[in-house]
Nanobody, 124 residues
Framework: VQLVESGGGLVQAGGSLRLSCVVS????????MGWFRQAPGKEREFVAA????????LYTDSVKGRFTISRDNAKNTVYLQMNSLKPEDTAVYYC??????????????????WGQGTQVTVSS
């Protein structure tokens, strides 16, 4: 299974970015997905998750109302739309996947496969 993220970059505070993660090597429509991030000197933290169907989603409190996770099963791709970005959103963002459950939630241990990460830097 391979996960490839893209879409990171440098943006000013208040700006937007859309991250993409393309999954290959398994049936995407039966793969629960998540986004995590890791800032320098900090542990990896949960950002958002989405179920196989896309019906169920979950967000960490700090991104609610600003970030949206979605998926396109025809394109084997999960997205993270990030609006109203803040300097504290600066981190390497990782997508994660699992086929073990319909919805994996916030725990990193629930995911089997991880991408290489994409850097998001928000300047003040």
């Amino acid at each position: 299974v391979q996960l490839v993220e893209s879409g990171g970059g440098l943006v000013q505070a208040g700006g937007s970015l859309r991250l993409s993660c393309v999954v290959s090597g398994r049936t995407f429509s039966s793969t629960a997905m998540g986004w995590f991030r890791q800032a320098p000197g900090k542990e990896r933290e949960f950002v958002a998750a989405i179920s196989w169907s896309g019906v169920s989603t979950l967000y960490t409190d700090s991104v609610k109302g600003r970030f949206t996770i979605s998926r396109d099963n025809a394109k084997n791709t999960v997205y993270l739309q990030m609006n109203s970005l803040k300097p504290e959103d600066t981190a390497v963002y990782y997508c994660a996947a699992t086929g073990r459950s319909y919805f994996a939630g916030a725990g990193p241990y629930a995911y089997d496969h991880w991408g290489q990460g994409t850097q998001v830097t928000v300047s003040s």
